[in-house]
């Protein structure tokens, strides 16, 4: 087995040694993340050797079953990590003592997974979750599985079904307290597994999400969250994006009081100023926002935290640092401090906040990700011709696809295989030098290295460039503080988020790095629970607990002969594109309760075992 950051390993014999794997003979299989490194080894390579075993020596026929049971355990998620130790003691041994080279090389399969993808062993042990969706015993659906927050997604999706859009809302509401606007800025991996795919298409799950929050705001229901009685511990929440909202929504309805201390002028984080209105509205913003005011969060705006000592020794007896990743990456080329030239957070931020911004009739942005996207669209919005720039071809992007699909309709001009050299002035305009990209070999990402290609360097004139490379926190407020910081983020236990500093919890952008709001309102979850273990004077474990919610009954329907039949997947109205190009009026739109029944008649229903 060979990982991906060792892709470019020679297929020889001897460089595949080297990285813990054996040449066979039967070829090169290429697994993907849909592929469990422990369902693979247990029920390929261990079947086989335990069939081949010709039994003649008692290290390779009863140490190949042994392992089985170990791995059968770890699959099921009855595993404990000594299991884990055996099992890597038993593989050495039956190495060291098999009489055959079949007995010799039958534990490498473990032995190089556990080298490459431990993470992926201790998922299944301490986290009793499978990171492919593929190990059937630690999952109902694997959607809801893939799920950060572990949305019962065939649940609320079963509801709506049958029309009770209120209480899918309720279900919803109950592990995601942003269902709204999770349900237009989501990058919604549960959908990457849906089974339904296998017959036709994904189901549209995050408009679904959507739907059944429109329906119930729209027509005015109100769903009435009942908290635990108050507590005297007092919390304080660094950052108002979706991390902090989040872990202030739990330990609120704990009946933990909470602060949230917010250096803009607006709650929200990125959602209200690195996320356009087009995608968000601000007022599902404020809404959701508003939502979590009413059970008791107080959220203090412009008043940036400068010391977290100091909020520990005002009485908070705990402390989450979510204070995400606002700073730009520079591209680190000549000219880039030239008037003109923006980072995308900044300009995203000052457009959210009314600030005026002069682009000029014709701006380049760099990057490919959704900050990319979302500068060269938000540009189109104020009237530019707008080009942007990517050092790697489409398929790498790391915006979201749609997003991108979005983009080239509006106009936008992509100049892939391309990247930046130097930015001169050129009166009030300015000289780009862009040069062309080759690819190289690939990199710890499996993506191809992008490699300028010599003398192929060309000129664009542009009034305006916007830098959209990469964001990356801010912690210099807590780096004298005792709080450990590395590679400008802040290190947090990634099961806990305990920091190093007692009582001090860190999580979202600023632990991760830039990632997405599902992830981080997951990682508000994560504090919350760790924070209520530790102000109860227990240790923080590594499951996320939440306080208990009143079930609500989903139907247990199978899905008729006639829903399991091929058919399209619904795709939500848009804007013209006359109107969005002019204005920041929301693009996508909601499904109509007709569309949202049908689309939700789509659903296997695999949480049901039909047939198991």
Known sequence: MIPIDAINTPI???????????????????????????DIVKNSFLQFTAEESCGKCTPCRAGIPQMQVIMDKISSGEATMDDLDALTQLADMIT???????????????ISTLRHYRAEYEAHIIDKHCPAAVCRHLFKSPCQHTCPVELDVPGYISLIKEGKFVEA????????????????????????KCNRAQVDESLAIRDLKRFAADYTYNTGAKIVQKCAPAKAEKVAIIGAGPAGLSAAWDLAVDG???????????????????????????????????????????????????????????????????????LGV?????????????????FLRKVALGDKVELGKRVAVVGGGNSAIDSARVAVRQGAEV??????????????????????????????????????AAGKAKKLTLTKMDQGDYDRSGRKVAKPIAGSEFALGVDSIIEAIGHIPDTSFIKSEGVEIKDTVIVADKRTLATNHPGIFAGGDAVLGAQTVIEAIAHGQRAASSIKRYLQGKQPGPRVQRYSYDPIPTPQIVPTDEETKEKARAVENELPLKKRKTS??????????????????????????IGG
């Open 12 to 38: 020889d014999y001897e460089s595949v040694p080297l990285q813990g794997a054996i040449m066979g003979s039967g070829g090169v299989v290429v697994m993907d993340e849909n592929n469990c490194m422990v």
């Open 96 to 110: 060291s003592t098999s009489l055959c080279g079949l007995g010799q090389t039958s534990p490498n399969p473990v």
């Open 169 to 192: 809302y309720a279900l919803i509401k109950q592990r995601n307290p942003l269902p709204a606007i999770c349900g237009r800025v989501c990058h919604h991996p549960c959908e990457l």
């Open 256 to 326: 933990y009081p909470v602060t949230i201390f917010e250096a803009l002028p607006v709650a929200g984080g990125m959602l209200a100023v690195g996320v356009p209105e087009y995608r968000l509205p601000r007022d599902i913003l404020q809404k959701e926002i508003d939502e979590i005011k009413e059970i008791g969060v107080e959220i203090k705006l412009n008043t940036p935290v400068k010391d977290t000592n100091a909020l520990l020794k005002e009485g908070y007896k705990a402390v989450f640092i979510a204070t995400g990743a606002h």
């Open 330 to 346: 520079k591209m680190n080329i000549p000219g880039e401090e030239l008037p003109g030239v923006y980072d995308a957070a900044v």
């Open 387 to 424: 080009h942007l720039i990517y050092r790697r071809e489409r398929p790498d992007m790391p915006a979201m696809s749609e997003e991108v699909d979005a983009a080239e309709k509006e106009g936008i001009q992509f100049h892939f295989l391309t990247n930046p050299v130097k930015i001169e």
């Open 584 to 609: 920041f009026k929301e693009v996508a739109l909601t499904f109509t309760p007709e569309q949202a029944q049908s689309e939700a008649a789509r659903c296997l229903r695999c949480d049901l075992d």
